[in-house]
């Protein structure tokens, strides 16, 4: 098993990884200390495969477990949800000592702590992460929330979980889609910290996407530990855990001009990638040769990283990039790469720029 700690001074806790960890889940909340009543919350796809297994094990260390499904997807980060959670932990009678349980991607992970974070004031939470884009990044650091008709993540909190379980057998249920929509964030973290784990991703790419166990834990392992240690830098996202959004300025523009559902978040992010490398290429120096690495590793993942600009969509991306809410003061801040492994946050980006790395994008 891989163990990565997050510091966060009292609110540190570890990240365990290897497969086979949910049997685990009763026995290691038990050594948390926390009170015998608590809720798994997951939704209708991760509920008929794992919550089993979940509520078992918590049984079988003495815990009395109830259970809470919402639908699957991300609608269900919504303050409508939020309060059909609230009032189903008040009818089980949840108190300030019992805990929630995250078992799910994402969404779950965001919906389940927000819930975690304002019931009572806030109670415990563990996450249990079962997608890839969970295990490597949303599980991990705390932020929380839900979404409002306005925008993403517009409501949240910071509230860390005690303990993050990735049990690594809970992939090989997910569809391939989705497992290759969160290689963007993993060969996100090679970009912003890491050559050795770049190249290791292109030299094994294949045992990846096979999940093979070794390369699959040395993956989830190594970018928890780049994700812990820049969220024990910069716990409330103030400075710089923004180098975590590489790529995430033009992705979310993306995700929000190209209609909702066509792309899932990674599948965004990889575009978004392209065009930061073409940015980066042209205003931090970023070797050309770097750019093309980058490039090929998205598309030998399965990642989209070519995209049909029409001039309306052109138009509402950079509308959509004016209104990200990491604008400040009317001005885009992009995170750059000057070489793979090494990247700058808050770089100003002129319009003219960004035109023609789109540009790159359409072709
Ligand atoms: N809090 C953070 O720091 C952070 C970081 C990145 C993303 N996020 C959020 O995460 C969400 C996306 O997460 P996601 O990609 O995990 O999406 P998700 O939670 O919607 O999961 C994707 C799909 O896979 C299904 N699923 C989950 N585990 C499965 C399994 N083991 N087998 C089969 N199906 C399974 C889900 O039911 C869902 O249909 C977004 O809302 C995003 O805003 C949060
Ligand atoms: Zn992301």
Redesign the pocket.
């Known amino acids: 098993m891989r163990v990565v700690k997050v510091p966060l001074g009292k609110r540190s806790y570890s990240i365990q990884i290897a497969p086979g960890l949910l049997a685990r889940l009763g026995a290691e909340c038990r050594k948390l200390g926390l009170g015998r009543r608590c809720a798994i919350i997951t939704?209708t796809?991760?509920a008929p495969?794992f919550a089993k297994a979940a509520a078992g094990s918590l049984k079988k260390a003495g815990f009395e477990p109830v259970l809470i499904i919402v639908p699957?997807?991300?609608q269900s980060?919504s303050l409508k949800t939020v309060a059909a959670c609230f009032d189903q932990l008040a009818a089980h009678r949840l108190e300030r000592g019992s805990f929630i349980v995250a078992l799910?991607?994402?969404?779950?992970?965001?919906l389940a702590g927000f819930v975690a974070a304002t019931y009572l004031r806030g109670v415990a939470f563990v996450q249990v992460p079962?997608?890839l884009?969970?295990h490597v990044?949303?599980s991990v650091?705390g932020?929380?929330g839900v979404n409002l008709r306005a925008g993403?993540?517009l409501v949240g909190a910071f509230h860390q979980p005690r303990l993050v379980l990735c049990d690594l057998n809970?992939?090989r249920?997910?569809?391939a889609r989705?497992f290759r929509?969160g290689l963007a964030e993993v060969i996100k973290y090679g970009i912003i910290c890491d050559a050795v784990l770049f190249r290791r991703l292109e030299r094994d790419l294949g045992k990846l996407l096979a999940q093979d166990p070794k390369m699959l834990s040395y993956v989830v392992a190594r970018c928890c530990e780049i994700k812990a240690e820049v969220v024990g830098r910069d716990e409330t996202d103030s400075g710089p855990r923004a180098i975590l959004n590489f790529g995430h300025t033009i992705g979310h523009a993306i995700e929000n001009s190209a209609g909702y559902g066509r792309y899932l978040?990674g599948e965004a992010i990889s575009l978004g990638q392209i065009v930061a490398a073409a940015l980066s290429q042209e205003l931090l120096g970023l070797p050309p040769a770097d750019a093309v690495r980058i490039g090929k590793l998205l598309a030998a993942a399965g990642l989209p990283t070519r995209f049909r600009l029409t001039p309306k969509l052109r138009r509402s991306l950079l509308a959509a990039m004016r209104l990200d809410k990491k604008v400040s003061g009317g001005k885009v801040k992009f995170v750059l790469a000057e070489k793979i492994g090494a990247v700058r946050w808050g770089q100003s980006v002129p319009e003219r720029a960004l035109q023609r790395a789109l540009d790159k994008l359409a072709r």
Do not use: F, I, Q, Y
């Open positions: 939704d796809n991760v495969r699957a997807g991300e980060k799910g991607g994402g969404v779950v992970g965001d079962t997608t884009l969970a990044d949303s650091g932020k929380v993403k993540n809970t992939l249920a997910l569809p989705e929509a978040h």
